[in-house]
DNA sequence: GGCCAGGACACCA
DNA sequence: TGGTGTCATGGC
């Protein structure tokens, strides 16, 4: 099979297995901005801990964050963990916005992808993940997200490398899947969601079985185009 | 008590 | 360019 047919293949069984998604879990874009930030390395329970947080001090909005004392944020943001850094990051993330786009991300969206990645790479605390969590996401551009567990599910169904660099998977979801925003959306969410439902003390479980994966059987895969 | 979870930065060779 | 240490809580 394909790489492209693979794809498809893999989409099509979680689609039929989990239903759509309608991701991501926030009520605005700029809350999945802040969100995209708190889940680093963290848990997304912990996270929601820190949205509520934010909700309930009145303070989930760029305004409100930029004028924050660092301390006030941070034991708000406490409970995603390493709070003084992405109290730091959130900080940096809304003097961008600010700056930038005066706190219009309307005005945002309807900048080029390619410019928008940029410029989001240039902001503190914002790498490859989180870029990418805010264009598909927030701005609804067409780019992949490649997060752990998409690294880990291609890695276990034999399409990548375990080190394959983050631009080399994402090349694979970008150059075999047509530019969708509202595809990439449902098929990053559907492997969060799998990822997530697997079983990891029952291999055998029916989760996994979708896909016909054994989770323990890390394979020594290559990115390889013709497999 | 130890391990793991939807990263990114700073520093160094 | 790649490897390593650091940041830190909460659930199991």
């Given at each position: 099979m394909q790489p492209q047919e693979k794809l498809i293949d893999i989409y099509d069984r979680l689609l039929a297995h989990y239903?759509?998604?309608?991701?991501?879990?926030?009520?605005?874009p700029f809350e999945v901005m802040v969100g995209a930030v708190l889940t680093q390395a963290a848990s997304w329970t912990n996270v929601e801990k820190a949205l509520t947080n934010l909700k309930c001090a009145d303070a989930l909005s760029s305004e409100a964050i930029r004028e924050m004392p660092m301390p006030d944020l941070a034991s708000l943001v406490y409970?995603?963990?390493y709070y003084n850094s992405k109290a730091r990051k959130l900080k940096a993330l809304c003097d961008y916005l600010h700056e930038r786009?005066?706190?219009d991300i309307d005005k945002m969206a309807r900048r080029p992808t390619h410019e928008l990645r940029i410029e989001l790479l240039n902001v503190?605390?914002?790498?490859d993940e989180t870029a990418d969590d805010i264009l598909l996401?927030?701005?609804?551009?067409?780019i992949f997200v490649i997060d752990t567990y998409t690294r880990r599910l291609m890695h276990r169904l034999g399409?990548?490398?375990?080190?394959?660099r983050y631009s080399e998977l994402q090349a694979l979801f970008m150059s075999d899947l047509p530019p969708n925003a509202k595809h990439f959306n449902e098929y990053h969410a559907l492997i969060v969601r799998h990822s997530v439902a697997v079983c990891k003390k029952k291999p055998e479980c029916a989760d996994c079985s979708i896909l016909d994966i054994c989770p323990a059987g890390a394979s020594n895969a290559q990115i390889n185009p013709s497999q």
């Open positions: 239903g759509p998604q309608s991701w991501w879990p926030a009520e605005t409970p995603s963990g786009y005066g706190d503190h605390g914002i790498g996401y927030a701005l609804e551009h067409p399409i990548a490398a375990q080190d394959a």
